[in-house]
């Protein structure tokens, strides 16, 4: 069975909690979910769009069996609220940042409206979803990083090491490890531009594109690390048949400031 059902961030950040952890424990009320099922996760305002393809792990958890998520309640009178009844947990397989998965888009395809509870999609609604989150193009992102370090799948080369470096997920690990300040140049957004510049960064994956296998196992901490979009564009600018790496570029910039 394939699901859509809505999630409200100003209520409980579950973006912090699906990187942190690459899964929820969920209120699951009346439903009737069955184990295996796709959960799809509308986001309300102001995002307004599908984010999370997710997948049923447990059923029938009381309180007590699932994790502390209390950090992440942003209204702490709904947290307690939420302490009675079942939830079943659902693990992140994909997670996605399109236009095509708007609200005005799916109202197009079928649905009626923004989801309040639980809608059951019918094929061709699930179809169109679905079709989303397994294209290539290189504004979505891929399955996510796992907390064993590591997340194995087939690699297709071309894509992704590109998705691999927007994916959210990454971006949340490798930044807890590294911090914002560039590894190249050394630049802070914060520092240097002040409040517009906080948290801004971008995430580059180290290993290059050719030697990625048929399967592949990232590490967060030394396959991912911190750099300003101009010494990113540059890693990725292809120079007489290679690829400089961030020691190399970063030797670079300290002689041309010398």
């Known amino acids: 069975m394939n699901w859509l059902i809505s999630a409200n961030g100003k209520m409980y950040d579950h973006a912090s909690s699906f990187a942190h952890f690459g899964s929820i424990d969920w209120r699951q009320g009346n439903v009737k979910y069955d184990i295996g099922d796709t959960v799809y996760i509308y986001c309300t305002n102001p995002i307004q769009r599908v984010r999370y393809k997710c997948i049923v792990t447990e059923l029938n958890k009381s309180s007590s069996q699932i994790r502390d998520d209390e950090r992440y309640w942003i209204n702490k009178e709904e947290y307690e609220k939420s302490l009675v009844g079942k939830y079943f947990n659902l693990k992140l397989i994909e997670e996605v940042d399109s236009e095509k998965l708007s609200l005005s888009s ?4 079928g649905l009626k409206a923004a989801p309040q509870g639980p809608i059951k999609l019918n094929s061709d609604l699930e179809e169109y979803i679905s079709g989303v989150f397994s294209t290539e193009d290189d504004e979505y992102f891929p399955d996510t990083i796992k907390e ?29 490890a590294h911090g914002y300040t560039c590894k190249v140049c050394n630049l802070n957004f914060e520092e240097t531009y002040g409040s517009v510049g906080k948290e801004f960064i971008h995430v580059h994956h180290i290993v290059p594109i ?3 296998g048929e399967s592949y196992k990232i590490d967060y901490i030394n396959d991912l690390v911190p750099v300003c979009p101009n010494c990113h564009a540059m890693l990725h600018r292809e120079v007489d048949g290679k690829y400089y790496s961030v020691s190399e570029l970063s030797e670079i910039v300290r002689a041309k400031k010398a």
């Open 106 to 109: 799916l109202t197009e395809k």
């Open 148 to 176: 064993d370090h590591g997340v194995y799948e087939g690699v297709k080369k071309q894509v992704s090491v590109n998705k691999y470096e927007r994916s959210t997920i990454a971006r949340a690990k490798c930044i807890e």
């Open 210 to 212: 050719h030697t990625i």
